[in-house]
C-alpha cells in the first residue's frame, strides 16, 4: 500500500465513533468509515497503514523550469529533480531551478473543518513572501456545466439528461453553435433516491477526470460526452462547429459569392439565410433572386423555423433542401438562375439551375462556388465538449484557510487572493459566496474524487501574500515552507501545464 503524508491526515480522534477492534476510524468525511488495517475506506482516499489514517494518493506538485531571471524555459520530463527550488536561500548559483506548485491534488481534506487544511505552503517570489492554502473541498453544491459544438437538436431545452437511468441532469440554453447541459448539482445528488445520488456523482466524477460519459436526452439523442473530445450524437462523431448562423454565414460569404451565383439559401435551425433579400446581398445591388422560403420571416432574409429541429441539414430535419421553399416568385425569378442551398458547417449542398419552367434543377457546381462551400468548411472549428467544473467554496472549506471565514470571501473578492483548482485557474463568481468555475481540461488528471455521502472531492488552492494571509486571520502556526513540504510529504511532481497562468504571479 502506498502511505502518504500521514502527519498531515485527519487523525481518528475524538472517540465518535469508537474504532472497532483493530480498526481505525476516518474523521475525512462524514461516513466515517471503520477501516481495517491495511484496508482503505468506501472512497479509496483513505487507508489505515499500520494505524495511522494515510491518504492513499500522493500529494501533486506542478512544476516549471525558469532561468535566473525567472523566465520559463522548456521542461525536459526525463531530467531528473536536481532538488533546487525557486525561493531558496541563497539562490541556486545554477542557471535553473524548479518553480513548484502544491496543488490540492491528493492533498487530503479539512473536514470536519474546524482543522486547518492539510497544507499551508510559504514560497517566495520575485522578493515577496507568498502562501498558498491547498486543500481538497467536499461539494455537495457543485455541478458541470457541458457545452456540446454542435447545430444537430439533441433534445428540448429543460429535458432530463439520464444516465444508466436515474436522471442527472438537463438540457440548459442552448448558445451559439453549441448545445448546453447543467449535470450534477445538489438536487439529484442528495435530493432524490440513494440510487440517483450515486448515478450522478460517478457521472460527475467521470466527467471532471476527463473520461466519456454516455447520457441520453428524454425525448432526444443518445450522446456521449467528453471534455477535450468530439460529442459523438446518436452514435454519429460531430466534425465541425458552425461557422455562424444562416443569417451570419451569408453575412460572411456574400462578397465572395457575388458574380458566381445568382442566389444563396443557409439552411440553419435558427435564422436561415436568403442572400438577394438580406441586407448583405441588397448592399451588393444583387438582384431580387424571387425564391420564397417557408417559416416565420424575422427581417428581409432571415427566416425563423423553416423546419423542425433534427440531424439533418443545419440542425434541422431537413435532408431535401427543396422542401424549404415555399415559391418561386415568377416576376423576379429566371431562366438560368443560379441558386446554391447549403448548411451552416458547410457539409450538406446543392446547386440547381431555374430552367425554362422556373423549376430548380440540380445542376454541376462550378469550381468558383465549390470553393466558397469549401471556406465555410475550412473556418468551422472542430467540434468539442467542454466541461466546466462549477463549486461553492464559500461554505465550511474556510474555516481551514481562517478562523474568520468572511474575512477569505471578502480578500477574495478584493483580488488579494488567487483561487486556483489543482493550478487550474478559477473563475470566482461576482455576488455572494465564493462559487468557482473551472475548465477541466486545465487540470491534473484524476483530480477529482468522491465520498459517499453523496458529494465530489476538487482540489482548491487560495494564494496571497503571506502579509494578508496574517491580516485575513489565517493560520499562522501551521505555515509550512515550501522546502518542508517537499521534504516531508509523500508526492509525485507532473509538469506545469503551460496554458495555465502561474498562480503568484496574479497577486498583486
Ligand atoms: S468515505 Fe469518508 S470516512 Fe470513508 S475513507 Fe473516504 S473520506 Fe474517510
Known amino acids: 500500500m502506498t502511505t502518504t503524508h500521514a502527519d498531515t491526515a485527519t487523525p481518528a480522534d475524538g472517540g465518535i465513533p469508537k474504532a472497532e477492534p483493530g480498526k481505525i476510524v476516518c474523521n475525512a468525511c462524514p461516513v466515517l468509515c471503520q477501516i481495517t488495517e491495511g484496508r482503505s475506506g468506501a472512497c479509496d482516499r483513505y487507508a489505515n497503514a499500520g494505524g495511522v489514517l494515510t491518504r ?8 516549471r523550469l525558469v532561468d535566473e531571471k525567472g523566465e520559463v524555459v522548456p521542461f525536459l ?10 525561493g531558496d536561500t541563497p539562490l541556486p548559483a545554477a542557471p535553473t ?11 487530503g481534506t479539512t473536514y470536519p473543518d474546524y482543522k486547518p487544511a492539510p497544507f499551508i505552503v510559504s514560497a517566495r517570489r520575485d522578493d515577496v513572501d507568498l502562501v498558498t492554502v491547498v486543500t481538497e473541498g467536499i461539494f455537495s453544491y457543485c455541478s458541470f456545466k457541458v457545452k456540446i459544438d454542435t447545430d444537430r437538436y439533441i433534445g428540448p431545452e429543460c429535458a432530463p439528461v439520464r444516465s444508466d437511468g436515474e436522471v442527472v441532469g ?21 435530493g432524490g433516491s440513494k440510487r440517483e445520488g450515486r448515478v450522478t456523482c460517478d457521472v460527475m466524477m467521470h466527467l471532471g477526470n476527463k473520461q466519456a460519459v454516455e447520457l441520453e436526452v428524454e ?69 431580387p433572386g424571387g425564391i420564397r422560403v417557408i ?50 458547417t458547410g457539409e450538406d449542398y446543392a446547386y440547381f439551375v431555374l430552367d425554362e419552367s422556373l423549376r430548380l434543377v440540380p445542376a454541376e457546381m ?56 489543482g493550478g487550474a485557474p478559477a473563475y470566482v463568481w461576482p455576488g455572494g459566496g465564493i462559487m468557482v468555475m473551472t475548465d477541466v481540461s486545465r487540470m491534473p488528471e484524476n483530480s477529482f474524487g468522491w465520498v459517499p455521502t453523496p ?6 488552492e487560495f494564494t496571497m501574500r503571506l502579509a494578508d494571509y496574517a491580516a485575513l486571520g489565517g493560520h499562522m502556526d501551521r505555515v509550512r515552507p515550501l522546502r518542508e513540504v517537499i521534504q516531508t510529504a509523500k508526492h509525485r511532481s507532473l509538469a506545469w501545464n503551460p496554458a495555465n497562468p502561474w498562480p503568484a504571479s496574479v497577486v498583486p
Open 366 to 421: 462550378p469550381a468558383a462556388v465549390r470553393k466558397v462551400v469549401d471556406r465555410i468548411g475550412e473556418n468551422c472549428e472542430p467540434a468539442l465538449c467542454t466541461v466546466l467544473f462549477m463549486g461553492g467554496a464559500g461554505g465550511s472549506l474556510r474555516a481551514g484557510v481562517t478562523e474568520n471565514p468572511i474575512a477569505l470571501t471578502r480578500s477574495i473578492k478584493d483580488l488579494l487572493v488567487d483561487v486556483t483548482c
Open 97 to 107: 531551478a524548479n518553480e513548484v506548485f502544491v496543488t490540492g491534488v491528493g492533498s
Open 455 to 460: 458529494a465530489i472531492v476538487a482540489p482548491i
Open 295 to 344: 417559416g416565420r420571416k424575422s427581417t428581409p432574409g432571415r427566416y425563423f423555423q423553416v423546419a423542425n429541429p433534427g440531424s439533418g441539414w443545419g440542425g434541422t430535419d431537413i435532408t431535401d433542401p427543396l422542401k424549404i421553399v415555399k415559391s418561386i416568385d415568377t416576376k423576379e425569378a429566371w431562366p438560368g438562375e443560379r441558386v446554391l442551398m447549403v448548411s451552416t
Open 219 to 287: 425525448d432526444g439523442a443518445k450522446l456521449v460526452v467528453q471534455a477535450g473530445h468530439a460529442p459523438v450524437i446518436n452514435g454519429v462523431e460531430e466534425k465541425r462547429m458552425r461557422v455562424g448562423c444562416g443569417s451570419a454565414t451569408i453575412g460572411i460569404f456574400a462578397q465572395q459569392w457575388l458574380g458566381h451565383v445568382d442566389e444563396v439559401i443557409v439552411v440553419d435551425d435558427h435564422i436561415t439565410g436568403v442572400l438577394t433579400e438580406h441586407q448583405a446581398g441588397r448592399f451588393l445591388d444583387m438582384r
Open 77 to 86: 520530463a526525463k531530467e531528473p529533480w536536481d532538488g533546487r527550488i525557486v
Open 56 to 63: 492513499v494518493d500522493p500529494l501533486v506538485l506542478a512544476t
Open 170 to 190: 438537463h438540457v440548459t440554453t442552448m448558445e451559439y453553435g453549441s448545445q448546453m447541459l447543467s449535470l450534477g448539482g445538489v438536487h439529484h445528488l442528495t
